[in-house]
């Protein structure tokens, strides 16, 4: 009957003895790269963080697949989607598939009383956004946002640190969004 006492006791000890709780990804903490440096790397959670620190009030959805973080502002329903010719922003974050990575990062938006400000908004949410993450981005960006100003083209891309950057306007005039897209 002592061997039985002892040995309940024994395992009631390893059932309170303390469990390693599981560890949350820390945040993303922006680095100053060099020209040379690859595209910063980031986890789909980290770079959620880091949306969600710039836009607070924003409500967050995700995609059924995972695929996709959507950030939408308060006043619109997280289940809705985009019709031609309303106003519309958003902010999405693609993951790489079969990853926890990040692969792609679009700012949409049409404000349908104003084309020029619809590229503004675009071209500098997502410097916003990469001023946080990598600090090579927004004068890539900004540079970019330019280009496309003084282009015919509504549509302009370019590579550069192991990001692929386009701004593309050229759908504006049929109701649909101006992106910002940079992948890596």
């Known amino acids: 009957m002592k061997n039985l006492i ?3 006791g024994f395992l009631l000890l390893a059932g309170c003895s303390p469990q ?3 560890q949350s990804e820390p945040p993303y903490v922006k680095q100053n790269y060099s020209e040379s440096d690859p595209a910063a790397k980031l986890s789909v959670s980290q770079f959620t963080g880091v949306v969600k620190s710039i836009y607070p009030a924003y409500q967050i959805s995700h995609s059924n697949d995972g695929g996709e ?3 939408l502002p308060n006043d619109v329903k997280a289940d809705t989607k985009f ?3 309303n106003n519309w922003y958003s902010i999405k974050i693609i993951k790489e598939p079969n ?3 990040w692969k792609g990062l679009i700012v949409e938006v049409f404000n349908k009383g104003s084309f020029e400000e619809s590229k503004a908004v675009a071209a500098k949410d997502c410097q916003k ?3 946080n993450i990598d600090n ?5 960006l900004y540079d970019l946002e330019n280009r496309l100003n003084q ?3 509504a549509s302009i891309s370019n590579r550069q640190y192991g990001y692929t950057f386009h701004l593309d306007a050229s759908h504006y005039n049929q109701g649909y969004p101006v992106t910002c897209m940079v992948s890596n």
Do not use: D, H, L, W
């Not at 090579?136 to 890539?140: F, K, L």
């Open 6 to 8: 002892t040995i309940a």
């Open 83 to 85: 019709v031609p010719n």
């Open 99 to 101: 990853t926890e990575n």
């Open 69 to 71: 973080v959507k950030f």
């Open 151 to 153: 282009s015919p083209n």
């Open 129 to 131: 956004i990469f001023g």
């Open 136 to 140: 090579r981005v927004p004068a890539v």
């Open 20 to 22: 390693k709780q599981p």
